[in-house]
Nanobody, 124 residues
Framework: QVQLVESGGGLVQTGGSLRLSCAASGRTFSNYAMGWFRQAPGKERELVAAINWSGGTTYYLDSVKGRFTISRDNAKNTQTLQMNSLKPEDPAVYYC?????????????????WGQGTQVTVSS
């Protein structure tokens, strides 16, 4: 059974930092794309960051560029999302995702596995 388990969410003040981690089990994702989506109440789910199988190619939502960094450790079957300079528009449930394709994908339909989500809250 494939599982993606997120950790690291929580409450942080505006301008603060959080580091989200995602541990995969049941399948090796070292050859496949991974990513992070988020969904805030009343809003559509959006792709925050994506990373290809090697980590050599990444994508970021425009509003998080320069603040968030996606990375992966294929030996450990994990990925992380370092979030700095958090803003009031960043709070959401953040979801770890994994594909069974090697490229870089921007649409949720390209991802086959999803974590349960972790809440990120930013206080002013």
């Amino acid at each position: 059974q494939v599982q993606l388990v997120e950790s690291g969410g929580g409450l942080v003040q505006t301008g603060g930092s959080l580091r989200l981690s995602c541990a995969a089990s049941g399948r090796t994702f070292s050859n496949y794309a991974m990513g992070w989506f988020r969904q805030a109440p009343g809003k559509e789910r959006e792709l925050v960051a994506a990373i290809n199988w090697s980590g050599g190619t990444t994508y970021y939502l425009d509003s998080v560029k320069g603040r968030f960094t996606i990375s992966r450790d294929n030996a450990k079957n994990t990925q992380t999302l370092q979030m700095n300079s958090l803003k009031p528009e960043d709070p959401a449930v953040y979801y770890c995702t994994a594909s069974t394709r090697r490229g870089l994908y921007l649409h949720g339909l390209s991802y086959d596995y999803w974590g349960q989500g972790t809440q990120v809250t930013v206080s002013s």
